[in-house]
Each structure stands twice: as structure tokens, then as C-alpha cells.
């Protein structure tokens, strides 16, 4: 799927990091959002990584300008969608929501267009069935920060046609990723272990085990995590990894899955990670 026609719905983090590695990767890119203010925050943000891998000698110029040539930006779906050989949303992780898109994106895009959700959570297949174009919708889920993180769980609905599921690998080989394949269920493989992990970890915090620091440290070198489970949810949003643990609660009626009270206090005073210069961490970076 070289030189594809991607376009990104969403230039939030997760939106606009897609959009960096596909233009990276040669693909002529559409970042949409709905509004001409966030667009260009998106893109900033896209032009600001680059420059950064510049000056840490990791993109070379002419790589990062023949990537900012490929990119443009829109407010529109219908018509950035028209022409698209793929497209992902990457909304918030609010099912109504991403559905609407799936929507308008059937009716805009091409009969061969690959439609893909950015979901961690979510049911690929019930977001299949409440669309009129089941087989092509996959989900593709990426991990923050989406241009270093070489991981996208790629997630097969009861729907989705063989194809379809072949060309998502194909491209998400050639943007320099490592896929694995999994069959659509309550929190994937992934979310459902690292949900599950970092849960635990606010517990012992609860209970006064042990600080933050010294819970991840202990994950950091004793399992060899690049980052420990309280950190990545400050990174992540306390507030999205509420919903997520409370929508697995109810999936998997397991316990180990109920957000402990510290996590809903610290959502409802405001403290979501990094978003908002405090979580289990201070961070002076908000963004």
C-alpha cells in the first residue's frame, strides 16, 4: 500500500501522531478535524516532532520536508474522504462518536477504502454492525507516542473480510510497525493487560504499598518495562483510562477490572495526567 491516500480523522495526540508516521512513510495524508483551530494545532505539533528529529540527528531535513509536503490539512470529511485509500478515526473513545464518523466516512470514501478505528477499547464488530459497510471496518490501534511506539494492535471483527485484514498489515508494516493480530473482544490484548496492570498499581498506591516512583521503578527494572503502568497513565489520561476500566467492568464482570475510588477522585479534581500538569506525577510539559 505504498503511496496510499490516508486520511486521519482527529488531530488529537493519538490523530496527529498516525498522520506524522504515514506522510514519513510516503503516503499523501489528510489530517481532519472540526475545527480550522485544531487542524493547525495538529499539523504544528506534526512540524514540531519533526524539527525535534532533526536536531537529535534521527530525520534528515529532506525527509522531514518531503513529509510536510505530503500532509495538508481539512475541515471537512466528505471531502478529504472522497479520494482516500484508507482511513482512520481517532476521536475520543466514545462509541456514538465513532460510529457518526465510520458513518460518514462509508458514505464518502471509495467502495475499496479501508475504513479503521483507533479504538483501545471499544467492540470492532458491534462498531461493524452499526455501519452499512461491515467488512471493510478493522480496527488499528496505536500506542502513544505513535512515531517512536513501533506497536499497533490490529483488531479483527467478526465482519471483517480477509482483504481487508491483509492490506491492514501491509500497511501497517510499511510504516515501520510491528503488528499483532487479534480477534475482537472486551479490551483487545493489549488494553485489557495494561488496563489491568495499572489498575492494580493505584491500588497498592491506595493502600500505601509504595510511591509511584518506586511502583514503576520496580516494573522498570525488575520486568524490564520501558515505563512504569502509573507514569504511561498520566501519559495516557486518568480520565480515558476510567472509562476504559469501567466499560471492561461491565464487559467482563470481573472485579479486577472496577476503577479503585483513588482513580475516580483524582478524575474528578481535575488531576488527568500530563494533559493537565498533574496525575501521579507533576509535569510541567502540559500539551
Given amino acids: 500500500m505504498a503511496d496510499s491516500r490516508v ?14 508516521v504515514a506522510a514519513m512513510a ?43 509536503a505530503r500532509l495538508r490539512g481539512s475541515t471537512g470529511i466528505a471531502d478529504a474522504a472522497a479520494d482516500a485509500d484508507i482511513a482512520i478515526e481517532a476521536v475520543p473513545e466514545r462509541f456514538a462518536l465513532k460510529v457518526e464518523i465510520l458513518s460518514q466516512l462509508v458514505a464518502a470514501a471509495p467502495a475499496h477504502a479501508i475504513l479503521a478505528s483507533n479504538t483501545s477499547s471499544l467492540s470492532i464488530t458491534e462498531i461493524q454492525e452499526a455501519t452499512a459497510a461491515a467488512d471493510r471496518v478493522i480496527g488499528l490501534h496505536f500506542f502513544n507516542p505513535v512515531h517512536i511506539n513501533r506497536l499497533v494492535e490490529i483488531v479483527r471483527g467478526r465482519h471483517t473480510a480477509r482483504q ?36 492494580e498499581a493505584m491500588r497498592m498506591v491506595e493502600e500505601g504499598v509504595a510511591s509511584p516512583e518506586d511502583i514503576d521503578r520496580a516494573l522498570e527494572l525488575g ?24 466499560y471492561l467492568h461491565e464487559r467482563l464482570r470481573s472485579e479486577a477490572f472496577r476503577p479503585p475510588q483513588i482513580l475516580r477522585d483524582m478524575v474528578a479534581a481535575g488531576k488527568l495526567g500530563r494533559k493537565t500538569g498533574e496525575g501521579f506525577y507533576k509535569w510541567d510539559d502540559t500539551r
Avoid at 501497517?172 to 489491568?196: I, Q
Fill in 7 to 20: 486520511v486521519v480523522i482527529g488531530a488529537g495526540t493519538m490523530g496527529h501522531g498516525i498522520a506524522q
Fill in 26 to 68: 510516503g503516503h499523501t495524508l489528510t489530517l481532519v478535524d472540526v475545527s480550522q483551530e485544531r487542524v493547525d494545532s495538529g499539523l504544528d505539533r506534526i512540524r514540531a516532532n519533526l524539527d525535534g528529529g532533526v536536531d537529535r540527528g534521527k530525520v534528515s531535513a529532506a525527509e522531514r520536508d518531503a513529509a510536510l
Fill in 223 to 246: 520486568y524490564r518495562h520501558p515505563m512504569g503502568p502509573l507514569r504511561l497513565t498520566d501519559l495516557v489520561g486518568l480520565d480515558v483510562r476510567l472509562d476504559i476500566a469501567e
Fill in 164 to 199: 481487508v485484514v491483509d492490506s491492514a498489515l501491509m500497511f501497517v508494516r510499511g510504516l515501520g510497525k510491528e503488528p499483532v493480530l487479534v480477534e475482537d473482544s472486551p479490551g483487545f490484548a493489549t488494553s485489557r493487560l495494561g488496563v489491568l496492570l495499572g489498575l
